[in-house]
């Protein structure tokens, strides 16, 4: 049975949404789901994070993410960052790539069971039953930093910085995806035996997700980033 | 908490390069045939280079910083040309976008198959080498304070100004510690401005980078720089701990014998962003 899929993204505060350089990717049909998180020191990094998520759900790698499946979204990010004259600055950061996350899931109905790959620090949370299940790629919320391994556009790629999992699902788990900034929060507040899935749940449109956002930056609960939400909801 | 605001362009920062322009710049780095006129105009392009391309996005330059450069020997001012000429600091879009010269260089690179390509590089040039008179530190001191002063004012938010001096020698205008102290007695809601000071020199010898003591310095000189250098920010610490320096909570940013690598390396620290929105 098709899953019910919601999701939410908000650019940091005093940005545009323009600016926003995260990106999901849903087809719920197909049980594919993908985010991705471009980082803002890198330009053209909306562009590489588009490419990465849609890339994985249009074809999602058999293994591990490696060259072979990479190469052709790097050849689709440089052909769009070419073919305009650019500044001297922006030429020499374009030459340096862009870098971005990319978490992908698939699900596979009739078996029950999930697959997920991930470079960074986004994050899959599995909760059945009011239950923290399994936390991917990153089990603590002392393993965020600044620096997590991405992917890049255009220089050397450290492929054992690629991770995958696989689990199960049964009816009416939920399946959360979520950049660095609120996968950040989720974990820290599941840590303190608290329930993240329960207030998120408690967010049912893109309005509310941004006044949440509001009210946990303005509060230090929250680090002030782009953020991205994926919510997957298996039939009871 | 301080030193923890976000660099954003509602709230930017701002860079402050003292250079010493004193006669004495003619002379050659120990080790290395380079005058240090040269390696200091040099490693300062680079690193306006550096910043320009860190705060380009796709849709352009974000300020993020404001930048100047005063260098004080025959005389002390803001030492940009071109159309930035008089400006004691600009946004660093408008910095980028003004290099005096824009020159080309071709540099041999991985081509990814295990050979070399060539490749185009752009190499701009803000600042170029000169060379003449005294050394009017406490002058440069005072000037960097005048130009801070209406900024720290006009920026209560942000994280503060960041001065790097570099220098060869001995101050001839006196004792520069009081104005120092004036500099770096400036303020944000998030910290004072930091006063980080880099000795070059001509004679050999191990250089001392990031020292929380000055034990081993070898005259009064370089211990009266080492007094008015800053104590380094948790979040610069970090960055030379990660780098490799040997660092403690009393680590100041100072840097005594520096070659042109140090010097750069110093740079590159000291200027690190922390924290860009």
């Known amino acids: ?49 588009r490419l990465l998520a849609e890339g994985f759900v249009a074809r999602p790698p058999d293994g591990p993410i490696q060259r072979e499946w990479l190469r052709p979204l790097q050849e689709d990010w440089a052909r769009g960052a070419e073919g305009r004259p650019l500044p001297w600055y922006a030429e020499e950061k374009a030459r340096s790539g862009a870098f971005s996350s990319l978490l992908g899931v698939c699900l596979n109905t009739a078996a029950r069971r999930w697959r997920a790959v991930a470079v960074g620090d986004s994050c899959l949370f599995v909760v059945r039953a009011g239950k923290l299940l399994s ?27 690629v991770r995958e999992e696989e689990g199960t699902f049964a009816p009416g788990d939920v399946l959360w995806l979520m950049t660095d900034a609120l996968a950040a929060w989720f974990l820290a507040e599941a840590e303190l035996r608290r329930r993240p899935w329960a207030v998120l749940q408690r967010v049912p449109t893109q309005k509310d997700f941004e006044k949440f956002l509001e009210m946990m930056r303005a509060g230090r609960a929250m680090r002030n980033d782009d953020v991205t939400l994926v919510r997957i909801e298996v039939a009871p | ?11 930017p920062s701002a860079f402050l390069f003292l250079i010493d322009t004193s006669g004495s710049m003619l002379d050659p780095f120990a080790g290395n045939g380079k005058r240090k006129a040269e390696g200091v105009s040099d490693a300062i392009n680079q690193l306006l280079s550096n910043l320009s391309i860190k705060c380009s996005k796709s849709e352009g330059i974000r300020d993020y910083y404001e930048v100047g450069v005063i260098s004080y020997g025959k005389d002390v ?43 185009k590089v752009k190499l701009p040039v803000w600042f170029e080498a000169r060379a003449a008179g005294k050394t009017p530190m406490c002058e440069a001191l005072r000037l960097a304070t005048q130009t801070l002063a209406p900024w720290a004012e006009a920026h209560p938010f942000s994280c503060p100004p960041v001065v790097v001096n570099i220098t060869d020698g001995e101050s001839t205008d006196g004792d520069p510690t009081a104005d120092a102290e004036h500099l770096t007695d400036l303020t944000t809601q998030d910290g004072n401005v930091l006063l980080f000071n880099c000795h070059i020199s001509t004679t050999k010898g191990q250089p001392i980078l990031f020292p ?3 034990e081993g310095l070898p005259d009064q000189y370089a211990r009266m720089l080492y007094g008015m250098s800053s104590r380094l920010p948790d979040t610069i610490r970090e960055s030379a701990q990660r780098e490799g320096f040997k660092v403690s909570e009393g680590t100041r940013g100072f840097g005594f014998n520096a070659d042109l690598v140090e010097l750069i390396r110093f740079l590159d620290i000291g200027t690190r962003p922390s924290n860009m929105r």
């Open chain 1, 1 to 49: 049975m098709t899953p019910t899929v919601a999701a939410f993204w908000a650019p940091k505060a005093g940005s545009t949404a323009e600016e926003w350089e995260d990106a999901f990717c849903c087809d719920p049909g197909q049980g594919r789901f993908s985010v991705a998180d471009g980082a803002s020191e890198s330009s053209f990094a909306a562009a590489w994070a």
């Open chain 1, 135 to 161: 936390s991917f790629p990153l089990g603590r919320s002392v393993e965020f930093h600044n620096r997590p391994a991405l992917l890049s556009s255009a220089g050397a790629n450290v492929w054992s910085a």
């Open chain 2, 1 to 11: 908490m301080a030193y923890e605001a976000e660099v954003s362009r509602s709230n």
């Open chain 2, 77 to 119: 001012k803001p030492a940009f040309g071109g159309r930035l000429a008089g400006k004691a600091l600009a946004p660093i879009s408008e910095v980028a976008n003004n290099p005096a010269k824009l020159l080309e260089r071709t540099k041999k690179v991985d081509d990814g198959a295990g050979g070399l390509a060539e490749q």
């Open chain 2, 212 to 214: 929380d003591t000055d």
